[in-house]
């Protein structure tokens, strides 16, 4: 007789195959968790109101979802007690305080595996979403970590950060599907394009860098390219926006031919998990990223991409690229090695199913 499956409940705010953190910490490895577990995933935001959510008017029906999004909250926490573990990435839910997992842990008495890949203990001060962000409760962090039997995490940061609460601590990073993210051939435009990728929380970074991709475009007439869910209108000639769409992402990421990844060195930008500068690298883009975080851990400056601080660097090392196809290919072909060897699915899948096989039997 075949063993019944254990069951996992996966506990995540964004919609399904939306957002980049939770599509590339778990939902790429649920087909495979899914062989030998069976696996259910809840968000707290569905698709339409995800997008709502970030406009800046539509407040009614931004309250509407936010209600609506609490009642299914509600009556799922009615159904737990049928599910072995709790798997939740980030927060059950988007705003106020750890209700929901309390309950979880200590009316129903599952076990939680906590999983974030952002300094989520502190605020993200982005131009956007600030009413969201005012009822946000950063201070839970510390709870669910206490809490959980687990805690996974992107990066050595992080991790330090939970190790204070909770010393079962696993670091998976943020990985890449290489067989998804694939070089095409090469690019035979007549003029480089730079590129940049994120969403409209991120896109503020692009200030750190504007002043130098001014002067590139002067001295050099390249492209530059944003890929996001909004436009930021940047004031450059040769200045291209396409509107991310998961359908056509990665044809949109094949027309860069230098990616560009700068970060503010603050406390929350130390939680980056290095996705930006990842998606470059698989698809053998020679990237070029602040020295903040997990990128040092990432890029070896001058063997699989290029590590930049001040603006004299990002001018030096855009020049480099720009001037030299051979070292485009060179840094682009060693940035995917990196990837398949450290941060790719295929390498990280086992380590997944080895924190759900070592819960279970503890």
Same mark, same amino acid.
């Not at 890449?176 to 090469?186: A, D, G, M, S, V």
């Given at each position: 007789m075949n063993q019944k499956k254990k069951k996992i409940l996966f506990l995540s705010p964004y919609p399904i195959g939306i957002g980049p953190s939770q599509r590339f910490r778990f939902e790429q490895y649920l087909n495979f968790i899914s062989e030998k577990y069976e696996i259910t995933q809840k968000t707290f935001w569905n698709e339409k109101s995800w997008y709502i959510l970030f406009s800046n008017s539509n407040y009614l029906l931004k309250f509407y979802y936010l209600t609506l999004a609490f009642a299914k909250r509600k009556l799922l926490i009615l159904s737990i007690n049928k599910y072995d573990i709790v798997f939740i990435h980030r927060e059950v839910a988007h705003i106020g305080p750890p209700i929901f997992e309390w309950i979880i842990k200590f009316i129903f008495k599952k076990r939680i595996i906590y999983d974030f890949d952002d300094a989520i203990w502190h605020l993200d001060y982005s131009d956007k979403n600030k009413i969201v962000r005012f009822f946000k409760s950063p201070w839970k962090v510390k709870y669910i970590c206490k809490w959980a039997?687990?805690?996974?995490?992107?990066? &050595? &940061?992080?991790? =330090? &950060?939970?190790?204070? &609460?909770?010393?079962?601590?696993? +670091?998976?990073? /943020? /990985? +890449?599907?290489?067989?998804?993210?694939? @070089?095409?051939?090469? =690019?035979?435009?007549?003029?480089?394009?730079?590129?940049w990728t994120g969403t409209l929380t991120t896109l503020k970074q692009l200030q750190l860098i504007i002043n130098v991709l001014k002067k590139i475009e002067y001295n050099y007439g390249v492209y530059f390219l944003v890929i996001?869910?909004?436009? @930021?209108?940047?004031?450059?000639?040769?200045?291209? %926006?396409?509107?991310?769409?998961?359908? /056509?992402? $990665? =044809?949109?990421?094949?027309?860069?031919? $230098?990616?560009?990844?700068?970060? %503010?060195?603050n406390e929350w930008e130390k939680g980056k998990c290095g996705f930006k500068g990842l998606q470059y690298m698989a698809l053998e883009i020679p990237a070029i990223m602040s020295p903040v975080g997990v990128n040092t851990e990432i890029i070896q400056d001058g063997i699989n991409g290029f590590l930049a601080n001040t603006e004299d660097e990002w001018f030096e090392k855009l020049s480099l690229l720009i001037e030299d196809k051979t070292l485009r290919k060179k840094l682009g072909k060693a940035g995917r090695k990196t990837v398949i060897e450290k941060y790719s699915v295929e390498a990280n899948k086992q380590k997944y199913l080895d924190v759900f096989n070592s819960v279970l039997q503890s």
């Open positions: 039997e687990v805690i996974i995490t992107g990066n &050595y &940061y992080l991790a =330090n &950060y939970a190790k204070q &609460y909770n010393k079962n601590v696993k +670091i998976i990073p /943020t /990985t +890449i599907n290489t067989e998804y993210h694939k @070089p095409k051939k090469e =690019n035979q435009s007549k003029k480089i394009t730079i590129g996001s869910n909004d436009n @930021p209108n940047l004031e450059l000639n040769n200045y291209k %926006f396409v509107k991310w769409q998961k359908k /056509t992402e $990665i =044809n949109d990421l094949q027309e860069i031919d $230098i990616g560009v990844m700068p970060l %503010f060195n």
